[in-house]
């Protein structure tokens, strides 16, 4: 048979277990089966590897035939036979060695030979304390826990040698309980435990305080529940002897409280009969049962509102009336005109109403009243002014205070609030109303006071209702809110009335006396709307919206203008922005970009389909100029063309046309009646002693005719462009800078017929600078009667002789026909003669 021995092990200084298995015989041997060939087996436990101080080997044989006889080893690498050593216990090993044994059966079969390299290492030193953890850790916690101590050595320590804690606060030594299970905390316990190595290491000792609460907290109510004359203010009160109070939750419509149910942190007071259910819970997490008082008390809120229905139905004038238990849901200041808007106060009791006002400024009273008093006042007289009831009194007093006044906001935003003629059903009531502010926006409402059209669900636009609903403002609200048409928001105070005598039908007012009363939902954002140009360096942003003046860059560099640079930008009336750019072109048009950092008073940034406007550049008052004489065929087409100021002003942009081609454009320069001026074609500004190198625009002789020849120090002399006054059948014009036509000349060679004539002789006359407007009806052509030529002046002899000869006006006559104009003498930079007498 075999037989299998546990027997300690070490390696180095670590303890491990093995089996031994040797053989062994009965009493009697038995007797074996010839057929019994085969071998036992044999193995070493460990099976080889590396140890420190020493190892202990077991070799153990199994044979399940005739059974294991014996094992033989040997310790110096030789090869073991029946004559080596018998195995007979552990093999202690120091050193290095190979162990090569088998193993013989009671039959005589011997196992084949089995080898185990142990290899001895030098150990490193261990200077490292182990590491003990708690499982779970230290805490609060509201059921007994059962908690293990882990002690982990590193890789490369001696191992763990023992875990030593106390439960009752001392430090713990090696003479403490040492660790073998896990330990049960079942009550509030300090836990201080450490652990040491195998090479002797001792950790320092942890704590962990465990506090263990099994018992829930206690909620009491004061006072109990029962009957009550008046309403009844309770407080809750939790306590705990373990962990402390977290937090109590009631509720008073008799569900269950649980962790949503309101927050008990006041005390509540209760108007009418009711129960409230309580629970509080430790902060362990511990739930107390849920527990409840009942109150019956009489509806104080119902009688207080009977009592102020019973002043409204009075008559005007003496009364005696208390009201009992209302609540004071608005205090209003007194604001402009005290008579129609007189500092007081508002009464209700019921979220349906009715409400009062009482006009009585609440800095008289004493105590001062809050909203959320309940108070009780002796009504002396009842009013009626402007179509709302107001009260007098003589007596006040404060009954409770910091009663909840959100309980009676109605939202009438989908109401009729107008319906109720003359006695309004809202009236002075507490409400929340959200709605649009219409077209055209504010008006003045009273002294203070500004409104404006407010649509809701309820009073929609366009509506039979919608002209008595109005938003109405203490004046500065709106322009510190930035409120304007379009806006949607919701007002939050008492409903105020105003009816005048002319009314058959009172309006009802959404009032807002301070910023807190109103919320703002939205409002449209910015736009860029227009611009207007008041001088040439100036540009007039105009926006929909009140600018925030932060938000705008001082240097303009928000706004960018092709053509044109913006050197400053700001903000004036609210809503326009000045900017100051660089000369602007006269009549040109310009496209101006605003960035959309641009932000209206409520942060809105400028709409991005909305950041452009256009403008032409301004244009100073033009000067009236009138033709007054032609120098055509000028060698090199140096052609000259001499104009007469009729009404003094600016040239800037002025064009001379020839047909639809334009020979000039003019300077900015400012002129005066009688000034003349002359436009020099194709000017030479090569050739010495020729033409000026550009026009005069400082004075009449900034270049003067003793040093540029062609020059004429009584006028203004101006360049034109590189073509000269063509030769044949031609119109002259001038427009101003805007385009509008000043005058004209229709000039011919009798004896030519200039294919492109008549149609700019045509337009001419549409443009009312030419007679007769038209040939007998027809338009002038060649064979017209008359024909084009007939009704045109001639200028033959002023190409025949160029600068002997000119085109010229009589004087300054202008008739718009052929007689202004003949060929004599030149006059250029002097008045033209007139007409012989």
């Known amino acids: 048979m075999s037989l299998t021995l546990s027997l300690p092990l070490r390696l180095g200084v670590v303890l491990l277990s093995a089996q031994l298995v040797l053989a062994c015989g009965d009493d009697e041997p038995r007797p074996q089966p010839p057929s019994e060939l085969t071998p036992p087996t044999t193995r070493a436990a460990p099976e080889g590897g590396e140890f420190t101080a020493s190892v202990a080997v077991s070799l153990a044989c199994e044979d399940d035939g005739s059974g294991c006889a014996a094992i033989h080893y040997t310790l110096d690498g030789s090869t073991p036979s029946l004559d080596s050593p018998v195995y007979q216990e552990p093999l202690v090993l120091t050193a290095t060695t190979l ?37 779970p850790a230290g805490g609060l916690y509201r059921s007994a826990q059962s908690v293990v101590l882990s002690c982990a050595d590193d890789a490369a320590g001696s191992g763990c040698a023992g875990t030593y804690y106390t439960v009752d606060g001392s430090a713990p030594t090696t003479a403490s309980i040492r660790y073998t299970g896990p330990i049960a905390v079942a009550a509030s316990t300090p836990l201080r435990f450490f652990s040491t190595d195998i090479a002797g290491n001792v950790e320092q000792a942890k704590t962990e305080e465990y506090s263990v609460d099994l018992a829930p907290p206690v909620t009491t109510a004061t006072p109990t529940g029962g009957a009550y004359d008046d309403s009844v203010t309770v407080t809750l009160a939790c306590s705990d002897s373990g962990s402390g109070c977290a937090e109590t939750r009631y509720t008073l419509d008799g569900s269950e409280p649980s962790a949503n149910s309101p927050l008990y942190s006041a005390p509540i007071t209760l108007t009418r009969s009711g129960t409230v259910r309580f629970a509080s819970t430790d902060v362990a997490g511990n739930v107390e049962q849920v527990k409840q008082e009942s109150y019956v008390l009489i509806d104080s809120n119902r009688r207080a509102s009977e009592q102020i229905q019973a002043v409204r139905d009075a008559a005007n004038g003496s009364v005696n009336q208390v009201i009992d238990g209302a609540r004071v849901t608005f205090l209003k200041e007194g604001v402009g005109d005290l008579t129609n808007d007189p500092a007081g106060f508002f009464l209700q009791a019921e979220r349906t109403g009715p409400a009062l006002f009482v006009p009585v400024d609440p800095a008289t009273l004493s105590p001062v009243p809050r909203v959320g008093d309940r108070v009780r006042v002796t009504v002396n ?88 609903l109005r938003l109405r403002l203490v004046e500065s609200l709106q322009d510190t809110l930035a409120l304007e048409p379009g806006c949607s928001l919701t007002v939050t105070s008492p409903l105020w009335v105003f009816m005048s005598g002319s009314q058959t039908r ?115 008052p033009p000067a009236r100029l009138l033709l007054s004489e032609v120098a055509p065929h000028v060698i090199n087409e140096r052609d000259l063309v001499e104009l007469y100021v009729l009404e003094a002003g600016f040239t800037e942009g002025a064009t001379l046309l020839e047909g639809d081609t334009t020979l000039a454009t003019l300077p900015d320069v400012r002129v005066e009646v009688g000034d003349i001026i002359i436009i020099h074609l194709n000017p030479d500004r090569v050739t010495p002693g020729m033409d000026a190198p550009d026009s005069e625009t400082l004075s009449k002789t900034q270049y003067a005719a003793s040093s540029y020849s062609t020059n004429h120090d009584n006028a203004w002399d101006f360049h034109g462009g590189a073509q000269g006054v063509t030769s044949g059948n031609r119109t002259l014009r001038i427009r101003n800078v805007l385009g509008a036509p000043q005058d004209g000349v229709a000039a011919v060679l009798t004896s030519f017929a200039f294919e492109g004539y008549p149609p700019h002789l045509q337009a001419l006359q549409a443009e009312g600078q030419w007679s007769p407007a ?44 052929r007689d202004d104009w003949r060929t004599t003498t030149p006059s250029l930079g002097q008045l033209n003669a007139p007409a012989s007498p």
């Open 99 to 135: 162990v090569r044994f088998i193993a013989v059966d009671r039959a005589g079969n011997v196992s084949r030979v089995m080898s185990a390299q142990y290899t001895r290492v030098i150990p490193v030193q261990d200077d490292t304390a182990p590491t003990t953890t708690a499982t």
């Open 381 to 468: 007289a009842k009013s009626i002014v402007n179509g709302q009831t107001r009260a007098s009194i003589s007596s006040f007093s404060v009954l409770g205070s910091g009663n909840p006044v959100a309980e009676l906001l109605q939202d009438v935003s989908a109401v009729d609030v107008t319906a109720g003629g003359t006695r309004p059903v809202y009236e002075s009531e507490y409400i929340s109303i959200t709605g649009t502010i219409g077209s055209p926006g504010f008006s003045d409402s009273g002294e203070g006071h500004v409104q404006a059209p407010f649509t809701t669900a309820g009073v929609p636009s366009g509506s039979g209702a919608a002209a008595s």
């Open 506 to 620: 009172p309006t009802l007012l959404a009032s807002g006396w301070k910023a807190s009363d109103l919320t703002v939902h939205t409002c449209p954002i910015p736009r860029v709307i227009g611009s207007s140009i008041p001088d040439r360096n100036t540009v007039r942003v105009r926006f929909n919206r009140q600018l925030d003046p932060a938000s705008l860059e001082a240097s303009g560099s928000q706004f960018s203008i092709p053509g044109l640079s913006v050197t400053q930008a700001q903000v004036v009336d609210d809503t326009d922005v000045v900017l100051t750019t660089s000369n602007q072109v006269a009549n040109r048009q310009y496209t101006l970009t605003v960035e959309t950092t641009v932000r209206d008073r409520r942060g809105g940034g400028l709409d991005p389909t909305a950041t452009q406007t256009s403008f032409r550049g301004f244009v100073r």
């Open 774 to 817: 038209s040939c007998a009806g027809a338009p002038c052509t060649y064979n017209s009667v008359p024909s084009a030529l007939n009704v045109s002046a001639e200028w033959t002899t002023a190409f025949l002789s160029p600068l002997t000869n000119t085109f010229q006006r009589l004087g300054i006559t202008d008739s718009d026909t």
